[in-house]
């Protein structure tokens, strides 16, 4: 049988080694110059490859549709990746927060495994051929469509369900290539610099899919206060406890705890990465921002209890009595967060220590726990990790990946609604999606 992947990511990738190790004959299809792109970039150039959690706890990490990834994390799991990558000859190691790198530190080193594997599985790979279309007919003919540049390639998918059989028709380099089955993994809109810029959700679309609404995830947020973000630029927090809380409904969004980024914008950094994939789906979220509605609370000292820190700051106030305020609290903060704290504690910061009264010091205890910003909207979607929304997966075979709308077309990777946190859950996803895809087709054919 002969395939059609189309988009040469992590996901279109596994869906030509799991398809073409089952005896299928493969064309990858990349409208870059390169693969793996986006691989590249990921874990800031190391590549998170995946998480050492059990399966079932990579559904409760993927906020997005995760009971829908049930038969394909079975199908293809973490260890499968690690397994791999072994044969392939590269280890792996194990980091805080259970995400799984390669023990050289690179993700070029993760790529070269998979266009290994691709090679010895004598995968044939277009690279510069954008596929434009899909176009599904009723009858076995081949139509072969041209753009301007004369480079795109136009897939036609014969949808007579009851021959089980389509016909492919792409133009690549002046030769027409027909296949029997289509992969659809192009990914998403997130990093469009690698490639990834919505072409699979206008092909869906025209052969009848439904996109969801596609929004940026694991995206960093921008908060109102701009001075804040001009003081507090660079400063990374790390053992910090945030809640995004819904201050109309009075109720908590999202609870994390780790590390977190001040920027010139906002913030960012992994723990604010995550709550942006369940602030992204929360309900109204556009307007509740816009109403200042959304707030984010910080506890910069959450192995203290309030008790603990105000006997803590009685301490440093009694070693420091004849000092002002503002030379009072380098012992207790990073040196840029102090000018923030102090000007949200309407502390007179020339004030001496000795002269703040109990109910300034209890509410300068209340603020270490709960410092507080008003979120203002997510960064735009090129700066997300991964994008939210996608091919509605009411339309999509969750065992086998195939498309219910058109017989022989099957999706892989981001391209699907479907997402997760930051740990190597998405990368997961991509495999696992890609693995199923591939060998799906290849048990329809037996």
């Known amino acids: ?22 005896g299928n004959e493969v064309i990858l299809l990349e409208k870059m110059q390169s693969l793996g792109r986006k691989l590249l970039i990921t874990g800031k150039g190391r590549c998170n490859i995946t998480s050492s959690l059990d399966m079932q706890e990579f559904i409760k990490n993927t906020p997005g549709n995760g009971m829908f990834l049930y038969s394909c994390y079975q199908n293809y799991t973490n260890q499968d990746i690690i397994q791999f990558l072994k044969e392939q000859g590269l280890g792996v190691k194990e980091e805080r927060g259970n995400r799984i790198f390669p023990i050289t530190d690179k993700s070029q080193d993760v790529l070269k495994c998979f266009t290994k594997k691709l090679k010895e599985l004598n995968v044939k790979i277009s690279y510069n051929s954008k596929v434009e279309e899909i ?11 041209y753009n301007k540049e004369n480079k795109a390639e136009k897939v036609i998918v014969n949808n007579k369900a009851e021959k089980l059989k389509q016909i492919v028709g792409v133009k690549v380099n002046g030769q027409v290539i027909k296949a029997d089955k289509v992969i659809l993994a192009t990914g ?21 899919h439904t996109i969801t609404q596609i929004k940026p995830s694991l995206v960093p947020l921008e908060i109102y206060d701009k001075k804040s973000c001009k003081n507090l630029q660079g400063l990374s927090l790390r053992n910090t406890e945030i809640t995004l809380i819904d ?125 507080e910003f008003d979120i ?22 969750p065992k086998t990946m195939e498309s219910k709308i058109v017989s022989g077309l099957y999706f892989a990777g981001e391209i699907i609604d479907v997402d997760s946190y930051t740990g190597g859950f998405n990368l997961q996803i991509a495999y696992s999606t890609g693995y199923t895809a591939g060998t799906s087709i290849s048990l329809q054919n037996i």
């Open 1 to 22: 049988m002969k395939v059609i992947v189309i988009g040469g990511g992590p996901a279109g990738m596994m869906s030509a080694i799991s398809s073409a190790e089952n």
């Open 135 to 145: 176009i599904v007919t009723d009858e076995e003919k081949e139509t072969i469509l």
């Open 188 to 208: 998403g809109k997130s990093y469009p610099l690698t490639g990834s810029t919505g072409d699979g959700y206008e092909m869906a679309k025209k052969l009848g």
């Open 247 to 371: 201050k109309e409904k009075n109720k908590v969004i999202y609870e994390d705890f780790g590390e977190m980024l001040f920027t010139h914008f906002g913030i960012s950094g992994p723990t604010i990465l995550s709550s942006s994939a369940h602030l992204v789906r929360y309900k109204n979220i556009e307007e509740k921002l816009k109403n200042h509605k959304i707030i984010i609370k910080i506890d910069l000292k959450p192995a203290l209890s309030e008790e603990k820190l105000n006997e803590r700051i009685l301490r440093d106030f009694e070693q420091y009595k004849n000092k002002q305020f503002k030379n009072s609290l380098d012992k207790l903060l990073p040196q840029k967060l102090i000018p923030t704290v102090i000007d949200k504690s309407m502390i007179n910061s020339e004030k001496k220590v000795n002269e703040i009264t109990k109910e300034e010091r209890r509410n300068l205890v209340y603020l270490f726990k709960n410092l």
């Open 376 to 397: 203002q909207s997510f960064r735009p979607i090129d700066e997300a990790i991964i994008t939210s929304g996608g091919i509605n997966i009411k339309e999509i075979n």
